[in-house]
């Protein structure tokens, strides 16, 4: 029955007319998926499944295996220590708060009265957990925090590619950061008593460029 305006048929119980009104934003809402079920039942029972897109799939899997050793180097100390949601940096295979009430600044290089470069220097400290060095020793600023510590796998990803948290970097830029920026390289050689990642660094370029070139999936 088509639905008419209650002014229509003024002897009309109002009721009667919610009822109709409210089967027919039933069937609305359900007629998609009843449509979908129609045409995917003979597939299914032929043991096939729709829209299913095999070079897409391997794709997809290659991107999420490799993603999952990129994390490994991201959850590491060396990068989860500055890619903290907090205000201060972490220091330490531990993650101990930084001494000396540290914080991170607006840019990411500390306060006016105490900046990273202070203490941080060229180079790493001769001394056994002295102070590491590289040049433009930094934390992402407090408006792209890239924050990893903490965060699921997926939103780690998510947040990786996302141009508002990675200082509005494509794909291509984010390969040719962590293949050449110094301070990443860092992570590599961290001075004495600090654990590199688990991975080289040629491996972990290896498998963030397969990442990439493999569709650049997320975990769910």
Same mark, same amino acid.
């Given at each position: ?5 209650? #002014? ?6 109002? $009721? #009667? /007319?919610?009822?109709?009104?409210? *089967?027919?934003m039933i069937w609305s809402r359900n007629a998609p998926r009843l449509l979908l079920a129609?045409?995917?039942? @003979? ?5 096939? $499944? ?7 799939? %391997? *794709?997809?899997?290659? #991107?999420? $295996?490799? /993603? ?19 205000? +201060? ?31 941080? %220097?060229? $180079?790493? #400290? ?14 992402? @600023? ?6 990893? *510590? ?10 990786? *590619? ?13 390969? %040719?950061? =962590? ?25 972990? =370029? ?9 569709? +650049?999936?997320? @975990?769910?």
């Open positions: 029955m088509p639905l008419r305006y209650l #002014s229509e048929d003024p002897q009309r119980d109002p $009721s #009667s /007319f919610r009822h109709d009104e409210g *089967k027919a129609i045409i995917s039942f @003979p597939l299914i029972a032929l043991g096939l $499944s729709p829209r299913r897109n095999p070079e897409r799939d %391997q *794709k997809r899997a290659q #991107s999420l $295996s490799a /993603f999952n050793q990129i994390v490994l180097v991201l959850e590491s100390p060396r990068c989860v220590n500055c890619h903290t949601n907090l205000d +201060a940096p972490l220091q330490g295979d531990d993650g101990l708060l930084h001494d000396m009430n540290v914080k991170r600044g607006i840019d990411g290089r500390g306060t006016p009265a105490m900046r990273c470069t202070n203490c941080h %220097q060229l $180079s790493n #400290s001769d001394i056994d957990h002295g102070p590491p060095g590289v040049s433009d020793w930094r934390l992402p @600023p407090a408006s792209e925090r890239m924050a990893w *510590k903490g965060v699921s796998v997926g939103n780690v990803c998510r947040g990786l *590619k996302d141009p508002s948290q990675n200082r509005n970097r494509n794909l291509n830029d984010l390969l %040719q950061h =962590v293949t050449n920026d110094p301070i990443v390289l860092w992570g590599w050689a961290p001075g004495s008593g600090r654990t590199p990642p688990p991975l080289s660094h040629a491996d972990f =370029v290896l498998q963030f460029r397969l990442w990439i070139e493999t569709s +650049a999936a997320c @975990p769910d």
